[in-house]
């Protein structure tokens, strides 16, 4: 039989450490046999962003605009130990964070769930996909300790230089402040990209934050996503049978305890933070994560949540064999080849990606597994394999699917 052919190309980009190498693995071993893989290939690992000055990230950035789907394997964010060890000319700010401000975007995770591993949440049947607002807040912040007696307050000038006065707090001893802010237009485009995902994924939505305590800032959150809902998206909901709900963030999290799941909870961008590693843990495994950022404009990331697990790059350096998880970055792939199929009109791209999805599960529920998974599954008989051997699995049961 011939390779499904590709009209248009996928945004490729290569990482780091233990998981360029899986990188390589997956396509040699589950994607080139099956498909004429048409990418345009980034190299992002951190050697190749030093001898570009880490253009090359914002090519990639600027290819996905071009084509509107890429995929992209783990990086190394740098920080002082990774610039001697990599002899940088500079501490290149991460690559995540460098193409979400090119796409302006939302990032979805979503946990993938196979039998034998049972989220800790009894409740949980369904994935619950977290959708993190990734600007502002108290990420970009400004604070000052306050040595003793004295008043802090809020002022804004506008253009004219004409002022307008908050008080925070008069303080009669030792103390601190923070100050934080968010854009209406990023709101806008966080909304934006929550409604389309819902709709795209044909999930409810829900949103969360604290308007009854902070009447300003949180309910400007609020309002923004009912003003654009009801303007935008309320008839495509309907229409659908889905639900947009607005709740309060205790709220939220009470009711997530005792949910199904199968929903998208929006989260501002702290509480998204922390959420999203409480969801991840309680469903397994951060190997076992997907994640996509989603644009409002209609462009599309897909990657895996986790880092370029860096441990084990040194054992296989050492030339020792490892049993990294390559699952969340396969599915990185096979997201981005069903997002490419849908929007070229190519399904039997869409179906392969879904065979790809479906392959993987059955090897983990055959009980032939990485050492990750064996050690949280409650199968009892259990086989576990080294990365290569374990895709390699997954190549025999998609031949036959
Ligand atoms: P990591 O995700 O690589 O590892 C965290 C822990 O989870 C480690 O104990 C690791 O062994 C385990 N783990 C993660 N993925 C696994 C997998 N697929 N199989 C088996 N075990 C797995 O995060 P880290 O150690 O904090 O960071 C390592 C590097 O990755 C850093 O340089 C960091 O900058 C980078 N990073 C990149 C991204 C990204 O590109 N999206 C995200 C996070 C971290």
């Given at each position: 039989m011939g390779k499904i052919q590709m009209a248009t190309p996928l945004v490729e980009m290569d990482g780091d450490e233990m998981t360029r190498i899986l990188w390589g693995w997956i396509k040699e071993e589950l994607l080139s046999p099956f498909l004429d893989l048409n990418t345009e290939y980034y190299d992002l690992g951190l050697k190749y962003r030093d001898e570009t000055n880490d253009k090359v990230t914002l090519a990639a950035a600027e290819a996905i605009k071009k084509y509107k789907v890429g995929v992209k394997c783990a990086t190394i964010t740098p920080n002082a130990a990774r610039v001697e060890e990599y002899h940088l000319k500079e501490m290149y700010k991460s690559p995540n964070a460098t193409i979400r401000s090119c796409l302006d975007g939302t990032v979805f995770r979503t946990p993938i769930l196979v039998k034998g591993i049972e989220p800790c949440v009894k409740s949980w049947k369904k994935p619950i996909t977290i959708a993190r607002?990734?600007?502002?807040?108290v990420y970009k912040n400004a604070e000052m300790k306050i040595p003793g007696a004295g008043r802090v307050e809020l002022v804004y000038t506008n253009e004219k230089g004409e002022e307008t006065r908050e008080l925070v707090q008069e303080f009669q001893e030792s103390g601190i402040v923070q100050g934080i802010h968010n854009l209406t237009s990023s709101i806008e485009s966080f909304a934006k990209s929550c409604f389309s995902y819902a709709l795209d994924c044909h999930e409810d939505l829900w949103f969360s934050s604290k308007d009854t305590i902070s009447k300003k800032y949180d309910h400007t959150f609020k309002d923004i996503f009912q003003e654009i809902y009801e303007a935008e998206y309320k008839e495509k909901f309907e229409k659908e049978n889905l639900t947009y709900f607005y709740t309060l963030i205790d709220d939220a999290v009470a009711r997530i305890m005792k949910a199904e799941g199968g929903f998208i909870w929006a989260c501002k961008n702290y509480d998204g933070d922390v959420m999203s590693d409480m969801v991840s843990s309680a469903f397994g495994s951060l190997a076992m994560m997907t994640s996509v950022l989603v644009s409002p404009k209609g462009y599309f990331e897909y990657e895996a949540a986790h880092g370029t697990v860096q441990r084990h790059y040194y054992q296989y350096l050492e030339g020792k064999q490892t049993s990294t998880n390559p699952v969340a970055t396969i599915f990185a792939w096979s997201g981005a080849l069903r997002k490419r199929g849908e929007l070229d009109g190519n399904a039997e791209l869409e179906q392969f990606a879904d065979k790809l999805e479906q392959a993987v599960l059955k090897v983990i529920e055959s009980g032939k597994m990485t050492k990750d998974l064996a050690a949280i599954t409650t199968d009892t008989s259990v086989t576990v394999l080294n990365s290569l051997d374990f895709i390699k699995e997954i190549r025999k049961e998609l031949e036959v699917i």
């Open positions: 607002h990734a600007y502002g807040d």
